[in-house]
């Protein structure tokens, strides 16, 4: 148990639509970041927030964006969905911008 | 790129110790080492880090080679809840802020 959260555990969506995923960090952690893994992969980072600012970004396109909040929960939203965006994505957290993230157990996006 | 290289998959017998070994020829001095496991249908989970010397906490032992290039993650008694993807990861918390960039791991079974 992490105490991180993430909502919804599963879902499917079809090709073109949109998705937003939520994670609901630790009590206390101001960094969030998400991650992207396929089956069979390790997670690929999407990007991070600290303090509600964006400071870094992995590989993605503009269509993968994201929030956080002033209590420091966070969301995940990708636009025009493609095939290949099904996976399972993780948030996790951490206190400040160095040491140990914690995860989240993830959501499983599936598109059709 | 994950700047370091594992094994796809390693076995072990319950009880007995395991040595998971990590290249990270290409590391630079303030690259830290950290170790992630996944277990099936979780988020990873933090294990140990460390710069220079080794560590040791009450999941693990990370033995630093002394030129940095190398890591192994010592497992003292495998059980079986310890079946999972080991991840090595070579962490930056200057420009990269901290983000986890991670390969495919080791997949570590136990057997009783």
């Known amino acids: 148990e992490t105490g991180v959260t993430q909502s919804p555990t599963h879902l499917i969506k079809t090709r073109g639509q949109q998705v937003t995923l939520r994670c609901s960090s630790q009590s206390g952690h101001n960094t969030v970041s998400w991650y992207q893994q396929a089956l069979g992969q390790g997670p690929q980072f999407i990007f991070q927030y600290y303090r509600e600012e964006e400071n870094g970004r992995g590989n993605f396109p503009p269509r993968f964006s994201g929030l956080q909040f002033p209590n420091y929960s966070s969301e995940l939203n990708v636009n025009a969905l493609e095939l290949d965006d099904s996976a399972l994505y993780l948030c996790?957290?951490?206190?400040?911008?160095?040491?140990?993230?914690?995860f989240g157990e993830g959501s499983r996006l599936t598109v059709l | 790129d994950a700047k370091t290289t594992q094994p796809n998959s390693m076995e072990s017998n319950e009880e007995e110790p395991v040595h998971l070994p990590c290249n990270h020829s290409t590391i630079s001095g303030t690259d830290y080492i950290h170790w992630y496991r996944q277990l099936p249908s979780q988020g990873p989970e933090y294990v140990i880090h460390?710069?220079?010397s080794n560590v040791n906490n009450r999941m693990a032992s990370l033995a630093i080679a002394e030129d940095r290039k190398s890591s192994t993650l010592i497992l003292h008694r495998a059980t079986l809840r310890d079946a999972a993807v080991y991840y090595c990861i070579r962490v930056n918390y200057g420009g990269s802020q901290g983000n986890l960039i991670f390969g495919k791991g080791t997949k570590l079974s136990v057997k009783p």
């Open positions: 460390g710069l220079t």
């Open positions: 996790a957290s951490r206190l400040g911008v160095a040491g140990e993230l914690f």
